[in-house]
């Protein structure tokens, strides 16, 4: 189950870097927390969210890998809620929850593979399926409303031009969207939409790593792309072919 190992890998390395770096999604949850207190949870998080990758990596401990992941996205996702409730009309708060809940997904999508009762099992895949069918939505909508931001993240040296791309990308995620939702072909477009990412992070965020390597933002955007794409890769895996 490779995606489980790519999904495992940057868990780890996502949960390093929003240790590392005050300016993550984490930091900006806890924030309101006063004191010393905040740091401490943001500790307790991030080891969590450590181990929790580290247990992915294992079959015997990927279950309870799920679990911890899973359980540390839900929390992520429901404070992102309050984001969208203090800035509704902004799109980015809203695809801050579904990237959120896109790793919620794939957490289901390894426990649902390590669940033994075969009808419990089916059924923690079609919802982890229907999840990341919406999370797809959102991808697409979060590049229509902020699509020359996105252009400009496209390396200017692929032809024909960053805004085709932009473009190109926003249909692949509507149309891979579609595929999931209404379960035709789900599974091989889950597992072009993990490629679709992977390339992300490769043609984007890597360059950005090699030029910038102190700039810690660039390292927690390379690892959210990879453990989107790895989440995204094992639902691929309990998706019907």
Same mark, same amino acid.
């Given at each position: 189950?490779?995606?489980? =190992?790519v999904f495992g890998? =940057?868990?780890v390395?996502f ?16 924030h309101p927390?006063?004191g010393?207190?905040?740091?401490i949870?943001a500790?307790?998080?991030?080891i969590?969210q450590i ?6 990596l294992l079959?015997r401990?990927a279950?309870f890998?799920?679990?911890?992941l ?5 929390? =992520?996702?429901l ?8 800035s ?5 708060q ?6 959120k809940?896109?790793?919620v997904?794939?957490?289901?999508a390894?426990?649902?593979v390590?669940?033994p009762n075969?009808a419990?099992? #089916? ?9 990341l ?17 996105t252009a #400009?993240?496209v390396?200017k040296?692929i ?6 791309w932009a473009?190109?990308t ?15 072909d789900?599974?091989?477009a889950?597992r072009?939409?993990?490629a ?5 992070g490769?043609?984007?965020w890597f360059?950005q790593?090699?030029a910038h390597?102190?700039?810690?933002g660039?390292w927690?955007?390379?690892a959210?792309t990879f453990?989107?794409?790895g989440?995204?890769w094992?639902v691929?895996e309990?998706?019907p072919v």
């Amino acid at each position: 189950m490779y995606g489980r =190992f790519v999904f495992g890998a =940057f868990a780890v390395m996502f949960g390093v870097v929003s240790l590392m770096w005050r300016g993550s999604d984490m930091w900006a949850y806890l924030h309101p927390i006063p004191g010393g207190l905040g740091t401490i949870v943001a500790w307790i998080l991030a080891i969590a969210q450590i181990a929790g990758g580290a247990a992915l990596l294992l079959p015997r401990t990927a279950r309870f890998g799920a679990i911890v992941l899973g359980f540390i996205f839900v929390l =992520f996702a429901l404070a992102a809620i309050f984001g969208i409730i203090g800035s509704p009309t902004a799109y980015f708060q809203y695809g801050n929850f579904f990237e959120k809940l896109s790793v919620v997904c794939g957490a289901l999508a390894v426990y649902a593979v390590t669940e033994p009762n075969l009808a419990r099992s #089916s059924a923690l895949g079609r919802v982890a399926r229907l999840g990341l069918g919406l999370c797809a939505v959102s991808f697409a909508l979060s590049q229509i409303f902020y699509l020359q931001f996105t252009a #400009s993240l496209v390396p200017k040296w692929i032809p024909p031009n960053q805004v085709f791309w932009a473009n190109a990308t926003t249909a692949a995620f509507l149309l891979a969207a579609l595929a999931i939702l209404i379960n035709r072909d789900a599974r091989l477009a889950l597992r072009l939409m993990a490629a679709m990412l992977a390339l992300f992070g490769v043609l984007v965020w890597f360059p950005q790593l090699i030029a910038h390597p102190a700039a810690l933002g660039n390292w927690s955007e390379f690892a959210d792309t990879f453990l989107i794409a790895g989440a995204t890769w094992v639902v691929a895996e309990v998706a019907p072919v």
